[in-house]
């Protein structure tokens, strides 16, 4: 796996934190472009949010990722933004729509079918790739955690959220004091 693309998929792998929730599955119509701008999304779309969310990340435009993420999880994406040492410039093209829609109540997971590819700034440091950074799924119905997004409604708008871990048992190998 390329330097490149694994970045891509650390990336994806944010917003991308899915699992499966209940049944209730129609498919999402919304297609994707590189860019979308996150006030032209139809935020009671949950396919619509899922894909430019994954779009605006893949092209590490956080602060246009972070509008369409669950409020609550804002800080842990403020975090791995500032950590983050992605290249300016970096642009996500290919085109995605939804694909199922697993939705039960106010949450769910929405699959993401389409190929997405990373485009780096010319001058990038490294070297040249030869074949494009690219993902692609054709399966509406996939459960890849590339491919899955985890939506959240809150207030009749949808967001992108991920199940936040939680530790049980945890130990510490802290020194005595």
Not at 62 to 90: C, E, H, I, M
């Amino acid at each position: 796996m390329t330097r490149r693309l694994a970045a891509l998929a650390g990336a994806l792998c944010l917003g991308l934190l899915g699992g499966c929730a209940s049944t209730g599955a129609a498919p999402a119509g919304s297609v994707g472009t590189a860019g979308p701008s996150v006030t032209s999304v139809d935020r009671s779309d949950a396919g619509s949010v899922a894909v430019a969310f994954t779009l605006a990340m893949a092209s590490q435009d956080y602060a246009a990722a972070s509008v369409l993420l669950d409020p609550d999880k804002r800080g842990v994406l403020a975090a791995l933004a500032q950590g983050s040492q992605g290249q300016p410039g970096t642009q996500a093209t290919g085109t995605l729509r939804g694909g199922r829609q697993r939705i039960t109540g106010d949450s769910g997971t929405v699959a993401l079918v389409g190929r997405l590819c990373r485009i780096m700034p010319v001058g990038a440091p490294g070297p040249v790739p030869t074949t494009p950074d690219c993902i692609e799924n054709a399966d509406p119905d996939t459960e890849s955690p590339l491919f899955t997004v985890r939506v959240v409604r809150l207030s009749g708008q949808w967001y992108v959220t991920f199940v936040t871990p939680s530790v049980s048992g945890a130990t510490s190998n802290h020194p005595p004091t």
